[in-house]
């Protein structure tokens, strides 16, 4: 009944012609380019659309919300035949991980976007059903993937997917995690309150066709490289806390019951070395607490500073009204980190006004004390430039 409200008060479009395909275009280049600073392939900056060869497969689909003057939503989903999925995209998604993936019909959502005023509103749900009824009703897809922005990870949730091992991706803006939905398993769906529960009801079932078997995929989603189960989340912060190693850290001097709401909203990502975090200029406003491994910090291809567990990053960004990285961040060693979205700390707010206010203590505590090191390395390069260091040893800079 909901997910039938939410077609109704959202209307879905598939664009049939080229005028409906450039108007998502278009789109696309107004939030990946002018809103959020994306660095992807495809832009075209005279026509100021965003345009790739993907688009014009034919096994690409792309539908909308809004008009052709006005598009407000618009994803682009790809659908393959058993054993026809193309290599960079089966290789980005980590699909060789999955048990009989050469037998199952595949697709995978991609461009999936919404206008910055209507976000957390109906138009995600709307087009997520649509697209299950549009590749499973028409299509008869098994099994879903996508690729996304780490802060992106709980909305993706909501509609059905999950983190399921496989490695991420590294983008020219950071990192990106696959994530997979098996659109049979309505009881899953159900659960969660998925708009694709009753299209998995409609299509799967007795008299139906057969659904898939979701234990046989279970061990996937146990080892994804994403952690969301509070209760591992509160035992690696603790583990962190416990290293006597780390030392003072901004994770060390928040009070017991601030960690533990935190680990409570968060989710821990495992970074390879060399893996990109963020990028300097882009768009967002998530926060990371190191927990295991180092990262470097680095601003116009120069290193800032090295930090390790129990510090944070990117707490410039969190505060700033545009959300702009100030720096990059790269993993040195393998490492985990705890993701924070500004949506937590928002939350906070509203229904913990005392413990927020401790957590933007603490956020600017650090703020202060990176913006002096940076004083201090501005006073020594105008004082003696001959003796600044290349690789300055201060752990202390501003980040991201």
Known sequence: MLS??????????????????????????QVYVEELHHTVGGVDHEKRWLHDEDDDAPYAIHVYTGTLQEVTGAVRMMH???????????????MERVPDIMERRV??????????????????PALARYGYECLVGEHGVEMMFLCCAPGLISAYARLGFRTFGGALVSHA???HVPM??????????????????????KYYGPGRRPPLDPQRYEHLFEDASVVMDPEHIWEEMQ????????????????????????????????????????????????????????????????RLAVVGAGEVLGEVAFFRESGCRSASVRAVAPGRVLMLRRKVLESMMKDEPAMAAELLFHLARVVSER????????????????????????PAAPEP
């Not at 479009?13 to 275009?25: D, G, K, L, P, S």
């Not at 159900?190 to 299209?199: D, N």
């Not at 001097?253 to 990502?269: A, D, F, M, S, Y």
Request: some cysteine; hydrophobic content about 40%.
């Open 107 to 124: 697709a995978e959502l991609g461009r999936f976007m919404i206008h910055h005023t209507l976000r957390g509103r109906l138009l995600l």
């Open 80 to 94: 393959w035949e058993p054993g026809k999925v193309p290599e960079r995209e089966f290789r980005m998604l980590s």
């Open 4 to 29: 039938g409200l939410l077609s109704r008060l959202e209307p879905v479009h598939e664009a049939c012609t080229r005028e409906e395909r450039e108007a998502i275009y278009r789109f696309r280049y």
């Open 239 to 302: 583990h962190t806390l416990q290293d006597a190693d780390a030392g003072p850290s901004f994770l060390h001097q928040l009070p017991e019951r601030l960690v533990n709401e935190l680990g409570r909203c968060g989710c821990i990502v495992e970074v390879a070395p060399g893996t990109l975090v963020t990028q300097e200029g882009y768009v967002e406003r998530e926060l990371y607490v190191i927990l295991s491994g180092s990262f470097e910090v680095l601003s116009g291809g120069r």
């Open 371 to 394: 913006l002096a090191a940076a004083n201090r390395r501005m006073r020594l390069m105008v004082a003696r430039p001959s003796m600044l260091p290349t690789q300055p040893p201060d």
């Open 180 to 201: 997979m939905g098996i659109p049979s398993d309505h009881e899953r769906l159900a659960r969660i309150g998925s708009p694709a529960a009753s299209v998995a009801r």
């Open 173 to 175: 803006d950071g990192m």
